[in-house]
């Protein structure tokens, strides 16, 4: 964390100060608005968080509830997201109050006596290492508040408008504010009463019966259910032996149960399953009362009991897997004729089980990835034209998602006797492990994506891939770091120098690519406002082979020394030995002669060149800045 730079902070550190629109933030929701976030889910908040950031930016985020989410459904926090939310502090927090998995147990009817259930095996959670972050399970409306904290922290002051329901809205292209929107009042004095709000982009965060996709002609297509599963958070004595433990248990009679504990060290959850939903039932199997899934609960844990105490929430739900055709409002036949006004996220346009704790997570990505596209187009840092790429990379994820989980559902519902192999659950668990835990999205070269022509210069981040974390030394305070974890959520690009083997301000690649970067003016750190921090729109990083003793801070170029803040203070936290314990280098195949490893803001590999490759690195940036750079 950096602070002082704006002089002596005596507070806390990360209340950033007020800035534009936060200054002076209209309690009343304005009638005009530059983004209008509906819904104050997981990916309403985060793209909220993002913007928030932005703060010339004026952005409202609305929510039909009178208030903070209080009990939320989606548990499950894969350790994608954890490195996300250690981009907006608060990944250690969270950490702190969640339930951690670290095994999966497997539970199958015993051979000798198949009306009992008997522990067949474990798994690891992450065997191979994936993340140096762990598989949480902590209550959704946790996440909000976090969200909430962090974006009433930053410079925008942004807080939730609740009481205002979704009810319409128009586009008219060659408006100042294209969008208009029709908005009901839910909660207050004058609830029932609409108004309209316009606004240059509206982004639909308003779950599976999302009216905004609706409003711009979308639907959800796929599966039909049929198959119900009863879902229920209790408190319960119990002698089944794995009630702390997560669990995919399969009893004799074909039910089975997905048990999760929840934090705190008493609650958990339990996916029991229903079985198949006949046709005709016309929703019937949703009246499926919490003593009657209790029962079936403890049918399939013979020979242990569940005495439930306490029931925190239930419900029913069928296992259906739906899709939107695209995530904006551009109709197929106007692809190329003009740039999106409208996205949808979550829910909204991907519906799945719960049963792959992938819900909330995918769509957090889907926020991060629309929001600071909408910051860079509204803050002048990018043309229209990248808000194309939101619906060409999230839809494609959503797609890889549903036919994971369809195969995982389906297994999960499997009766053991159907089984080649009495092990092939727990084997297709650990198989996939990449994939729920959220590593398996690669976006395919874009104008944001680079082709992967010097991919085997760092093999170990993949192009297209989030940029995957690993140790080192700051030089400036000896103090071992992970360099994942110094990028911030703060919508900028970063462009990580990993040296030659030349020591730090001799002649070398390093020297000539940082002379470039500071100084040509096809350099896109030349598009930078002028006036500003060095580092406005770039994180410039560079990691030296050597050690931190071997590295002479004074010999390190000044590009990767920006000066910040009011006094033009001088940033030496951008500078980073190996860590002889375990070397960069060696841990992601970073080629010893030297590489530049560029990042987008929502932490995804963008490209992967040489250090002599200026001309590739000024060519790939040049469609995402501003037409006319300024000079500095």
């Not at 889910?41 to 985060?46: I, S």
């Not at 106007?334 to 996220?345: K, L, M, Q, S």
């Amino acid at each position: 964390m950096q602070f002082h730079h704006h002089g002596y902070v005596s507070g806390d550190p990360r209340i950033e100060p007020a800035a534009g629109v936060g200054l002076d933030r209209p309690e009343e929701l304005p009638e005009e608005v530059d983004v209008l976030i509906v819904g104050s889910g997981p990916a309403g908040m985060l793209a909220a968080a993002q913007l928030s950031q932005f703060p010339n930016i004026t952005t409202r985020i609305v929510e039909r509830r009178p208030g903070r989410l209080v009990i939320g459904q989606a548990d499950g926090i894969q350790a994608r997201s954890v490195e996300t939310f250690q981009a907006f502090g608060f990944a250690e927090e969270i950490t702190a109050e969640a339930y951690r998995i670290t095994e999966m147990c497997f539970w199958r009817p015993d051979p000798e006596n198949p009306e009992n259930i008997v522990r067949s095996g474990r798994a690891l959670d992450d065997p191979a290492g994936i993340s140096e972050f762990p598989h949480l399970i902590v209550n959704q409306a946790r996440v909000l508040d976090y969200f909430a904290r962090f974006m009433a922290n930053s410079p925008a002051r942004m807080k939730p408008d609740y009481g205002y329901e979704f009810v319409d809205l128009e586009v008219d292209d060659d408006a100042e504010y294209p969008v208009t929107v029709t908005l009901r009042r839910t909660a207050g004095e004058d609830e029932g009463t609409e108004r309209t709000v316009r606004a240059k982009y509206v982004v639909g965060c308003d779950g599976a019966r999302s009216k905004v996709r609706q409003s711009i002609g979308s639907t959800l297509a796929g599966d039909a259910a049929n198959h119900a599963w009863g879902v229920m958070d209790v408190l319960a004595s119990t002698d089944f032996p794995d009630i702390r433990t997560k669990c995919a248990i399969q009893s004799s009679n074909g039910g089975s149960i997905l048990h999760i504990p929840r934090e705190g060290g008493h609650l958990f959850r339990m996916y029991v399953d229903l079985g198949e939903v006949p046709e005709g039932d016309n929703g019937a199997v949703r009246k499926t009362s919490i003593d009657e899934i209790i029962a079936k609960a403890n049918a399939i844990l013979h020979p242990y009991t569940l005495d439930v105490r306490n029931v925190a929430w239930h419900s029913v739900y069928e296992v259906g897997h739906r899709l939107t055709d695209r995530f904006d409002d551009v109709k197929p036949e106007e692809v190329g004729t003009r740039t999106p006004r409208v996205f949808i996220t979550g829910d909204a346009c991907h519906t799945h089980s719960a049963k792959a704790g992938q819900g909330m997570n995918v769509s957090m990505q889907d926020g991060f990835n629309i929001a600071w596209k909408l910051g860079h187009v509204l803050d002048g840092r990018a043309p229209e034209s990248l808000l194309s790429t939101y619906s060409a990379e999230r839809q494609v994820v959503a797609k890889n998602l549903i036919d994971f989980d369809k195969e995982w559902s389906t297994l999960m519902a499997k009766k053991p006797e159907e089984f080649e192999n009495p092990s092939d659950l727990e084997d297709f668990y650990v198989r996939t492990a990449e994939f729920p835990a959220g590593f398996m999205t690669e976006y395919t070269p874009s104008m944001l994506i680079g082709e992967a022509k010097h991919q085997d210069l760092a093999t170990g981040f993949p192009i297209g891939k989030r940029f995957k974390s690993a140790p080192v030394l700051r030089v400036s305070d000896t103090n071992p770091l992970q360099l994942g974890h110094q990028a911030k959520a703060d919508g900028r690009w970063r462009i990580y120098v990993f040296a030659d083997a030349a020591p730090a301000g001799t002649q070398s690649g390093v020297t000539e690519l940082a002379e470039w970067l500071q100084n040509a003016p096809e350099s896109p750190l030349a598009a930078q406002p002028a006036g500003g921090d060095d580092d406005a729109w770039f994180d410039v990083k560079v990691i030296y082979q050597q050690d931190h003793t071997a590295i002479d801070i004074n010999a390190v170029p000044q590009v990767f020394k920006p000066q910040v803040g009011p006094f033009r203070l001088t940033d030496l936290n951008k500078v980073y030995g190996a860590n002889p314990e375990e070397d960069i280098f060696e841990a992601r195949g970073l080629d010893r002669s030297g590489v530049v490893v560029v990042v987008r803001p929502d932490q995804y590999v963008a490209n992967v060149l040489p250090l002599t490759a200026t001309a590739e690195l000024a060519e790939f940036f040049a469609p995402l800045l501003p037409a006319h750079q300024p000079q500095h």
